[in-house]
């Protein structure tokens, strides 16, 4: 894993970007624990990176499993999920090694399959990786116009629409809610990575205007969808 993407994960506590798309994921699961309080007990949480998602996850008292490709990754997890680390099971793993003998009521894979060649068979094997009637989220980068110079570090093959990441997972999923994240990135991730093709700025820590103006507006995002967005966010339950 390149350093590139370790930096990415140092930063992610303060990005607020991230932490909201988080927090838009844990309001699709609080909606569905309200409707069925006993449907979600076992996660799988694929590509964990830093590990702020499985914590998140934890607290709720779900029973976490998380894994990651990069082992240095995983030992970030461990660390920012503190006295936590003993209730999630971290591993290193790949997708594709991954083994199928156990189903999740949910499993998450947040920004993970356009890392990989064949979608299609990554979507296969999320799907194995659920249990019939239980859920699955995914989140990926949107657009395909946008991609840049960011997408050609992280290791990204693609950018996805709504109707592309609709397609790999229609004919064994019901599509449950569907919607984009990041409009106010759209015109800064196009010429920041597409036309200029430099790297986005990392957070220094510091509570500038500028990042409390981003919160704000992540803020308005997170209940007011935009029609685009920089990120896709999908759940969809298995049939």
Not at 24 to 48: A, F, H, P, S, Y
Not at 191 to 210: A, L
Request: charged share 25%.
């Amino acid at each position: 894993q390149s350093n590139f993407q370790w930096n990415d994960f140092l930063f992610r506590k303060e990005d607020h970007y991230a932490m909201t798309k988080y927090a838009i994921l844990m309001d699709w699961i609080d909606q569905l624990r309200q409707n069925e309080v006993d449907c979600i007990k076992t996660v799988l949480v694929i590509g964990c990176g830093s590990g702020e998602l499985a914590v998140m996850l934890s607290d709720k008292g779900f029973e976490v499993t998380a894994f990651d490709i990069d082992q240095a990754s995983v030992a970030l997890a461990k660390k920012i999920s503190g006295t936590r680390a003993s209730s999630i099971r971290f591993l290193i793993s790949t997708l594709e090694e991954f083994p199928s003998n156990q189903q999740y009521d949910l499993v998450i894979a947040t920004d993970v399959i356009e890392h990989i060649s064949n979608d299609k068979l990554a979507c296969e094997k999320i799907l194995e990786l659920t249990q019939a009637k239980k859920f699955i989220i995914i989140t990926v980068p949107a657009m395909q116009f946008l991609f840049g110079i960011h997408d050609e570090k992280l290791g990204h093959y693609r950018r996805y629409n709504q109707n592309q990441l609709k397609s790999l997972f229609k004919s064994k999923t019901n599509i449950l809610k569907s919607r984009y994240f990041g409009l106010f990135f759209v015109p800064l991730t196009f010429f920041i990575s597409r036309v200029f093709r430099k790297s986005y700025p990392q957070p220094n820590g510091k509570k500038s205007v500028f990042s409390q103006i981003l919160k704000f507006l992540f803020g308005i995002e997170r209940k007011c969808p935009g029609p685009i967005g920089t990120s896709l966010l999908m759940l969809s339950q298995k049939l």
